[in-house]
Nanobody
Framework: QVQLVESGGGLVQPGGSLRLSCAAS????????MSWYRQAPGKKRELVAA????????NYADSVKGRFTISRDNAKKTVDLQMNSLLPEDTAVYYC????????WGQGTQVTVSS
């Protein structure tokens, strides 16, 4: 079965960096696009970044452009999100997502940006 497991969240000061990772299993990872979403308290879940199956195309939310970088390693079946220059408004639960006939989500990892 499809499984997505996120890791790497935590507490960081404004201006700091974190790297999130999503480990995938149960499907042919290299054939599917992957994405990162986030959901802050009281807000809708929103797309942060997406990457094509071969890593050749990437898209970012305007709010994170120039600060976040999405990447993938098809051999390791992982997709990462490097987050730099973090802001308090980046605080949210971050989710990994893929669509393999159905939509699959990871369990999420908490990112808190606070001094």
């Amino acid at each position: 079965q499809v499984q997505l497991v996120e890791s790497g969240g935590g507490l960081v000061q404004p201006g700091g960096s974190l790297r999130l990772s999503c480990a995938a299993s149960g499907f042919t990872f290299s054939m599917y696009a992957m994405s990162w979403y986030r959901q802050a308290p009281g807000k809708k879940r929103e797309l942060v970044a997406a990457i094509a199956s071969d890593g050749g195309s990437k898209n970012y939310a305007d709010s994170v452009k120039g600060r976040f970088t999405i990447s993938r390693d098809n051999a390791k079946k992982t997709v990462d999100l490097q987050m730099n220059s973090l802001l308090p408004e980046d605080t949210a639960v971050y989710y990994c997502k893929t669509v393999v006939v159905y939509t699959y989500w990871g369990q999420g990892t908490q990112v808190t940006v606070s001094s």
